[in-house]
């Protein structure tokens, strides 16, 4: 079994900057890859970035890229997502998740664990 905690949501003005955390424990070893979802109100998960466990391979969704970083910290076993130029449209929750999938993707159903999520508001 894996766990994963995230923290650092909160509110911030659109253009603002937050960090999230993800902290994993149990048996990490066998993730594979690890990856950010939000969902807002009313619609569905969907992906945002995913980064190869202990490597610097990384998928952005294209409504992030360029704004968003994911990284990690192997020694920590805790990955991050750097968020800048925050929009009102990244208001969601956001979700860590760790897949044992050989293949990476940002499909949901490849992953097995999930944290319970943060909560980003981003205000105009």
């Known amino acids: 079994q894996v766990r994963l905690v995230e923290s650092g949501g909160g509110s911030v003005q659109a253009g603002g900057s937050l960090r999230l955390s993800c902290a994993a424990s149990?048996?990490?070893?066998?993730?594979?890859?690890m990856g950010w979802f939000r969902q807002a109100p009313g619609k569905e998960r969907e992906e945002v970035a995913v980064?190869?466990?202990?490597?610097?391979?990384?998928i952005y969704a294209a409504s992030v890229r360029g704004r968003f970083t994911i990284s990690q910290d192997n020694a920590k076993n805790t990955v991050y997502l750097q968020m800048n130029s925050l929009k009102p449209e990244d208001t969601a929750m956001y979700y860590c998740?760790?897949?044992?999938?050989?293949?990476?993707?940002?499909?949901?159903?490849?992953?097995?664990?999930w944290g319970q999520g943060t909560q980003v508001t981003v205000s105009s």
């Open positions: 998740a760790a897949s044992v999938s050989t293949s990476i993707s940002l499909e949901p159903w490849k992953y097995a664990y």
């Open positions: 149990g048996y990490t070893s066998s993730c594979n890859y």
């Open positions: 980064i190869v466990t202990g490597g610097t391979y990384t």
